[in-house]
């Protein structure tokens, strides 16, 4: 790992646990063990320091996203299964990453980091909109909205993502532990959006088992 990358996870990390606001550069230098010179020559500013993760984080997703929109050896339902597998496995597995970009979509404090963020957000979301819109052209979807096909999708995750408690006190059974680094969770959850989403698009003859 090189040190900009360094910087970037130990930022992650402390905007998650103690927010953008109240973590300082002097925070993520000593954290990092990096000098605070070097943060600034790398990123510019805290706001720039964000940017540059989001940026890089979001656009790794989108990569694979558009991966799997124009692999033509599958249909437009594997596509949304595969997406709905990628979704959850990435938010499951980068928590403080997603924790922090909820925060930025549901602020407008820092507005440059928000537009971005909301641009990025939308680009992926509008990817996924296409691939239901083939499918309802191409007669194997319901004609469905598209949109809130998507809404569906991202708010369920978006959901398990909001709060470790309300998971504990919800999902995490008798013993009220976390349960979004369990697997067997992870796949129940990617079971049960795909088989809402699979339910919602193709005629009940047409429907396949997950």
């Known amino acids: 790992m090189d040190t900009k990358e360094h910087i970037m996870q130990v930022s992650m990390l402390l ?9 300082t550069m002097r925070d993520i230098a000593s954290k990092a063990d990096v000098n605070l010179a070097l943060i600034n020559y790398h990123f510019g500013s805290k706001e720039g320091l964000l940017k540059n993760i989001f940026q890089q984080r979001a656009l790794n997703i989108q990569f694979h996203i558009w991966e799997i929109a124009n692999n033509k050896s599958i249909d437009e339902l ?3 299964h595969q997406i709905i597998e990628h979704y959850v496995a990435k938010m499951f597995t980068n928590q403080e990453f997603h924790k922090v970009m909820l925060r930025e979509l549901f602020s407008s404090e820092r507005e440059e980091v928000h537009a971005d963020t909301i641009a990025i957000f939308s680009e992926n979301a509008n990817i996924i909109i296409e691939i239901i819109k083939q ?6 979807f319901n004609k469905v909205d598209p949109e809130l096909c998507f ?9 398990l993502m909001l709060s470790k408690l309300l998971r504990e006190n919800i999902y995490g059974g008798k013993e009220k532990k976390d349960p979004i680094l369990d697997p067997s969770f992870q796949k129940r959850v990617t079971n049960h959006i795909k088989q809402i989403i699979e339910n919602h698009l193709i005629p009940p003859l047409k429907i396949k088992s997950i």
């Open 135 to 140: 499918g309802i052209k191409k007669k194997i």
């Open 15 to 23: 905007f998650s646990e103690k927010g953008f606001e109240t973590t």
């Open 78 to 80: 594997e596509k949304i």
């Open 151 to 159: 809404a569906t999708i991202i708010g369920t995750i978006h959901h």
